[in-house]
Structures are given as C-alpha cells and as structure tokens.
C-alpha cells in the first residue's frame, strides 16, 4: 500500500513540476507576442490621460506618439515597446518614472476582413465587412448604425483611415453632410483594414467681462458674436469694442488680435471680453 501511495505521490509531484514549469514559459509565450506593421495599438501612460494615443504601427514599424515624435517598435514585444516609450518620456523629461501599457486593439492579421471604430461613436470597436458576415458593413453608414452613431460630445466630421500599398491616407468626411443632408458622396465604401476615427468636437474658451466663462462647443463658422451669446452675453461692465482673441500660429507661438464681431473663431481659440473703460 505505502508502495502504491509513494507512486502516485510521486506523479503528483512530476505533474507539478511539470506545471511549475510551463505555465510560466506559456505566459511569458503570450506576453512576448511581436508587434508589427498593420497592428493596430493604444498606448497609455498612467496618470497622464492626454497622452492616450491609437496609432497603426506603420510599414516601417514606427509610431507617432505626443511629446517624443516617432517611435520604432515593429518587432519588439508589448514589454520591450512598453520600456522604450516609457524611457522616452523619461529622457525628455517629460514624464518622470513613467508607467506605459500598449493594448493591441486589433492585430495585423484580423485586418482584411474587418474595419475599426474608434473615437466618439457610442459602441467603438471592430466590426466585419458585409462580404464575411450577413451581419457586417459595407459603408460608412452601416459602420456608423452598427455602432450607435457619434456620441454627444463628437466631432461634426470623421477621419477614414486606410492603407493604400506603403501609403496611409486619412480622408475627411462631413458627417453633417452624409447624415443631415443625405449626400451620398460622403457614405464611403469600406474596405478591410480601414480606420474610421470620430474625434472629439471642436471647442472655443471665453473670458473676462462675460456672464458665463468657460468651455464651449465650437459650432461650424461660429463668429464671434454667437460666441458671446453661447457665454450668455457681455456683462455690464463689458464692451463690445474690447473683444481680444488669443490663437496658437502654426509655429506653435500664441497671437493675440483684436476681433471683428462677425469675424469667424477658430479651435482653441480663446475669446477675453475687456472691461469698457467709461
């Protein structure tokens, strides 16, 4: 009997062993998995959510990510890619002791018969083509269906992402266009691998002698006057002749201009209302 019981203790710990040692290998398996071209990835830093970027790795595996520009990481693993991000960030001094994590929202191989949805769309995520599935889209408006349209703090347009050969194009589509007004010339067939990304709205901020400050929704051609307005009008202490509005140049500099009523704001701009000086 203490035979039999020294046998089957004795394959009990040759099990394990067993166990002790390959499940560790098989998760170090997993999380060593390449990236490469056509994955498509987000990448977050913790307590930074600005820094919250989707990206396609492009044909040459690199990145383009805030702060520290392109970044090569085609063909190393999720942990090697994590470390130079966050080394980056560190060198530039920009983040210090940073703590990145890369998700693969959708690899490589997925591509040909699915497209993305990301950004303000009520149900983001990946969604199969009409050819694969009785169920899947075709356009961009079965996308935007399937999806649960634009959510409330959306865009008024959408960026088509999509691969062309070594090339990636981004089109712009007005979605006041192809969902207000019906024009079918928006409603863009979908191919595999395309990237429809809604981003956030527009937004303007509006200061000074004004009944409500703060952020607001930029509407398409807002002037200056409806700005006042959405802000809730000038105070009494306000003029209308002291509108001043503060815009970062393309060179990244901040000018500030003395604006017209009708002029037209831009995003980002901010509005400042002076004081009437009688």
């Known amino acids: 009997m203490s035979a039999r019981v020294s046998a089957r203790n004795m394959k009990v710990l040759i099990l394990s ?20 071209p056509g994955d498509v990835i987000r990448i977050t830093v913790f307590g930074h959510p600005d820094l919250s970027t989707v990206v396609r790795i492009n044909e040459d595996g690199m990145v383009s990510f805030p702060l520290i520009g392109d970044v090569p990481i085609g063909g190393l693993s999720t942990a090697k890619a994590e470390s130079d991000v966050a080394k980056r960030l560190q060198r ?14 959708q690899a490589r191989q997925t591509l040909e018969n699915s497209v993305l949805a990301l950004g303000y769309v009520t149900k983001p995520g990946k969604y199969p083509l009409q050819s694969v599935s009785v169920d899947g889209v075709q356009s961009l408006a079965d996308l935007l269906a399937v999806a649960g349209g ?34 079918l010339q928006q409603n863009a067939g979908l191919i595999g691998g395309d990237i429809v990304y809604v981003p956030e709205n527009d937004v303007f901020y509006i200061f000074g002698q004004i009944q409500h400050a703060g952020r607001y929704r930029l509407e398409r051609n807002m002037t200056v006057t409806q700005a006042i307005s959405v802000g809730g009008g000038i105070g009494p202490r306000g003029s209308e002749k002291g509108v001043l509005v503060k815009r970062r140049a393309k060179d990244g500099s901040i000018q500030t201009v003395k604006a017209d009523l009708d002029d037209q704001l831009q995003p980002n701009d901010v509005v400042y209302i002076r004081e009437s000086l009688f």
């Open 17 to 36: 062993a067993i166990i002790v040692l390959c499940v560790p290998a098989l998760a170090a398996a997993a999380d060593e998995s390449v990236l490469g």
């Open 92 to 105: 530039g001094g920009f983040v210090r002791e940073a703590q990145v994590s890369i998700f693969v929202e």
């Open 150 to 183: 634009t959510a409330p703090n959306a865009a008024d347009y959408l960026m088509l992402i999509r691969r062309q050969g070594a090339n990636v194009n981004a089109i712009k589509i007005d979605l006041l266009s192809l969902l207000n007004r019906g024009e």
